[in-house]
């Protein structure tokens, strides 16, 4: 565990020999069908860490889980700060509060976070880290898909929430190395929601006049198991 007394400043520098050992990966390809393809739910529990959701606009996490396990919601858990996607998730049976409750330590599968992971600061990032390594099974993944800000093709989508925080692509990865996890990085989707064709298509126009990648997803794919310098 991290001591409490440790700068966090200081740790979070400690992986400097980690953050670029692996290089990220371009898809291409439709963004949807890759992740769909890549990362089976079939038969496997999953926690959807800052779910969102509610019976009109259930969260791509859930609505995957269902179809790829023939309807059945069993599989699926979510966790959401929020009190009314919290009494949606209670009413399918499916919250699982992620810091407090023990019962499911070293029993998930998967852990997803979708368009969350940017709007924890350090200290959060840390914490849901530890946590995520202690209620993942061994080989269990860690799946984060957040916005590529650093060339971000609808980069205002990124910069107008203020509760949004940089996140890095190789250096991310180099960090949540550190808490036990072997990534791969990925950065896809050539288009943005929730924004128009025609604004998507100009972004898209001006990111390759610049020479700039012409994506707005950054995946970081962790699978449990290595050694790792938290100290977990």
Partial sequence: MIHKEKNISSYYSSFAYHRFTKRRTY?????????????????????????G???????AIFSQSLIQNGGSENYYLGYDTDGRVQDWLRSKGCFYDFFEDDSK????????????????????RTRFLKRAHELLKPSGRLVLAFPFNLYNMNFRYFWEDITHKPVGVEAEAGFIEGFGFDCEVFVAGL????????ENVLCLIRNLLLFFPPFWITVIDGVKGKENFAGN
């Fill in 191 to 198: 288009k943005g929601d929730p924004f128009g064709f025609m």
């Fill in 105 to 124: 330590i070293g029993q998930i599968d998967m852990i997803a976070g979708n368009q969350v992971y940017e709007h924890l600061d350090i200290e959060e």
């Fill in 27 to 51: 898809v291409w390809g439709r963004y949807s069908k890759w992740y769909k393809n890549r990362f089976d739910m079939n038969g496997k529990t999953v926690l959807d860490f800052g779910s």
């Fill in 53 to 59: 959701g509610s019976d009109s606009a259930p969260s």
